[in-house]
């Protein structure tokens, strides 16, 4: 039997990319998963509607914003262990609107923090972001690496993070911090550069991107989720910041090309200006030392990139109305 067989569990930002997945493998564990989304008027739940029927039908969503702590008390009360994935993610989005970021990320932090006190609840998983290092001043980076807001998003980051770690040492809050590193897989928009590629390989004669240099540590999104479950279930680790990548990078440039390669085609690659970050704001390097998730986890990367490359391929040819090839979206 599961280790989360009828487990009460609640994930914010459940209508995301990584936070669908999670949502579906607790499920499929045997958990009773309260799923917590951002209220629309459509009442869409958000990737949340790409899970099997069977799986939906388990889950309870209730939406709400992450800036009102009554809604975040009542998602909150009764759960045993909270998963907080929600943020408004989007780099440029937080160059447009830094305001809306600061108290989404910030402000809806505090009141899941001040929620998950209140009702007890047995373990808080905080989701972090490898953008809080910016750019590396060295490689790996563990988690004693400086922290550097090279953008209103990873700002934001930085100050939830700071919140985290303020309430497990003034109040105990059995907290753990998670900093996953670029995740991609199956659903993930074409906001991130994986399915920009990949879309734009599948339908289009060129390929356009913004800088072609930077690097990344790109993990699939199984192994993340597998890499939240067990900070959620590791005993002792309260407190503690773990890194989840893979230790490995490659540039956006060399990722292109080798999507190119399993897709067997020869495209040109153009880089456009407005994709580009500004300048002091490009995050040029991301490496992730993840010696401490193995170490204290047991938590491993288990996809590797062509596998995953293919699956992403995959999932993308079969929902081409998904994305918009053509457009650049923040």
């Known amino acids: 039997m599961s280790e989360w067989n009828n487990e009460l569990v609640l994930v914010t930002g459940a209508g995301g990319f990584i936070a669908s997945h999670l949502v579906e493998t607790l499920v499929k564990e045997g958990a009773r998963v309260r799923a917590f989304v951002r209220y629309n008027s459509r009442g869409d739940p958000g990737l949340l509607n790409l899970l099997d029927e069977d799986v939906k039908a388990q889950v309870e969503v209730v939406a709400g914003d ?19 994935l929600g943020a408004l993610i989007a780099i440029p989005y937080s160059y447009l609107h830094p305001v809306e ?23 808080l998983v905080h989701t ?33 993070d700071k919140l985290a770690e303020s309430f497990y040492c003034t109040y105990s809050l059995p907290v753990v ?18 399915p920009t590629i990949i879309s734009q390989a599948l339908s289009r004669d060129e390929i356009r991107l913004g800088s072609l240099d930077t690097k990344r540590d790109f ?13 959620a279930k590791t005993p002792g680790v309260e407190g503690e910041v773990f890194n989840l990548g893979t230790g490995s990078e490659v540039s956006v440039g060399e990722l292109a090309e080798r ?9 040109p690659i153009v880089q456009e200006d407005q ?9 040029m390097r991301l ?16 996809v590797g990139l062509d596998e995953g490359l293919g699956q992403v391929i995959d999932w993308i040819r079969a929902h081409p109305g998904f994305f918009s090839p053509g457009q650049y979206q923040r």
């Not at 001040?114 to 007890?120: K, T």
């Not at 809080?132 to 980051?157: C, F, I, N, W």
């Not at 999507?259 to 495209?267: A, E, P, S, T, W």
């Not at 490496?287 to 288990?302: I, K, M």
Request: hydrophobic residues 35%; charged residues 20%.
């Open 177 to 194: 911090t998670v900093r996953p590193f670029n995740t991609y897989g199956p659903r993930q928009s074409a906001r991130a550069v994986i």
């Open 219 to 231: 993990t699939y999104v199984s192994d993340t989720v597998n890499g939240f479950l067990c900070a």
């Open 287 to 302: 490496l992730s030392d993840n010696t401490r998730a193995r170490e204290h986890l047991g938590w491993q990367p288990l």
């Open 128 to 160: 972090s972001t490898s953008e809080v290092y910016g750019t590396a001043r060295r490689v790996p980076m563990d988690e004693t690496h400086p922290l550097q807001g090279q953008s209103p998003y990873s700002a934001s980051k930085i100050g939830a």
């Open 66 to 84: 992450l800036r009102d702590p009554d809604a975040v008390q009542s998602a909150v009360r009764g759960m045993s262990t909270v998963f907080h």
């Open 275 to 283: 994709r580009k970050r500004p300048e002091k704001s490009e995050v």
């Open 259 to 267: 999507v190119l390669r399993i897709l067997g085609k020869d495209l």
């Open 101 to 123: 970021v600061v108290e989404t990320n910030v402000i809806g932090t505090l009141n899941v923090l001040m929620a998950a006190r209140a009702h007890g609840v047995e373990r």
